[in-house]
């Protein structure tokens, strides 16, 4: 915001009893100040006074940085123009005079207040000053970079991603896009800027979360953009482009035939097959049957085998004793079984009898 202060010499009032008996029409007016809001630290700015002597002679103009002059142009002193040490202020004096003002190498200390003070010759002495800001920037060296998200999603999923863009003073202000329109605010989560600890640059981050509808994918395709923006001098985006995770059917024979149809023209669904039992169809002959299948011939026919006829309560027996010893004594068991199995057998039939009554 510019400052406007206008001082009044005492002897252009009227004195005490005295009426003031003639009005002044030569006065210095409209003094305005250019100040650029945001310079690259490195560059060099231009800062203008501009000033109406309205008929009056000029007898200074004078710049300050804060509260400390720095710079005067009295255009009838010779040499007109003085400059007096100021941190962060390098004037390059063949580009300044009684209207601008040059700066060289701005640096972080270069940021301040810029004040252009004028004032009109003798008789008036009048003086206005006028205030402008200049900020000095530290822009990223790289672009803002997101994290967090996935390269595919389905409608009613959660989509949840970081944007962050490092090392700049001021903090880059972070705006998030979803196909080219503004995010809605209640999908960003802000977080406030923190400084590195081996500088004095800051570190922006700022957070994206939101359901996934069917409205936001556009030809099964949702871009989503994170821009970092530092007043006019510094705006970098990033995209990412997210595919729609629709359910599909996987052809079996996609290998063989490209337009993913079986052998009878079909579409044959991934779990077209139902698990076989192992008695039925081992591994091997049910990859078999699968290749069978893709290369668009029929499968083998396999042959349906009687069911076997049900165990007595005396087989069942035999089968549980013989189990029961196989666990009980481990491998020696197995070793000693094809030895023992006929006394063992001969032992059951003896006791056979009472169990089939």
């Given amino acids: 915001m510019n400052i406007f202060v206008k001082i009044i010499p005492d002897s252009t009032l009227p004195q005490a009893g005295e009426k003031r008996s003639r009005t002044l029409i030569a006065a210095l007016r409209d003094v305005q100040v250019s100040v650029p809001p945001a310079v690259r630290r490195g560059d060099t700015a231009t800062l203008h ?4 002597m309205d008929g009056e002679s000029l007898y200074s103009v004078k710049w300050y940085k804060g509260r400390r002059e720095f710079y005067r142009y009295t255009p009838k002193e010779s040499p ?9 202020v390098q004037v390059k004096r063949s580009a300044s005079n009684e209207s ?4 060289l190498g701005l640096s972080l200390a270069s940021s301040g207040k810029y004040s252009c003070e004028v ?4 008789p008036s002495f009048h003086t206005m000053i006028v205030t402008g800001d200049l900020e000095v920037c530290e822009v990223p060296k790289h672009v803002p970079s997101i994290h967090g998200m996935r390269s595919r999603y389905r409608v009613g999923d959660i989509v949840r991603g970081n944007c962050t863009s490092h090392n700049s003073r001021p903090p880059a202000n972070l705006t998030w896009y979803i196909n080219e329109a503004q995010a809605n605010p209640s999908y960003i989560r802000t977080h406030k800027p923190f400084r590195e600890r081996k500088n004095e640059f800051e570190t922006s981050l700022a957070g994206i979360h939101f359901v996934v509808g069917n409205h936001h994918f ?3 395709k949702l871009k989503i953009r994170c821009t970092a923006r530092i007043h006019d001098i510094y705006l970098q985006s990033t995209e990412r482009s997210i595919d ?3 359910p599909r059917v996987i052809s079996a024979a996609s290998s063989a035939n490209s337009n993913g149809k079986g052998a009878n023209g079909n579409a044959v669904p991934y779990d077209h097959f139902p698990p076989y039992a192992e008695n039925e169809l081992d591994r091997k002959d049910y990859m078999t049957h699968l290749q069978d299948v893709a290369s668009g011939s029929s499968p083998t026919a396999r042959p349906i085998l009687p069911s076997p006829a049900p165990l007595t309560s005396f087989d069942q027996f035999r089968l549980t004793s013989i189990n029961h010893l196989r666990w009980a004594f481990g491998p020696l068991t197995v070793l000693l079984l094809p030895f023992a199995h006929p006394l063992l057998s001969s032992l059951i039939n003896r006791i056979a009898p009472p169990l089939r009554a």
């Fill in 119 to 122: 004032s009109a010759d003798a």
């Fill in 218 to 220: 556009v030809n099964g």
């Fill in 49 to 52: 006074c501009y000033y109406d």
């Fill in 100 to 103: 601008q003002l040059t700066l």
């Fill in 244 to 246: 729609e995770d629709r």
């Fill in 80 to 88: 007109p123009m003085k400059i007096f040490p100021a941190q962060g």
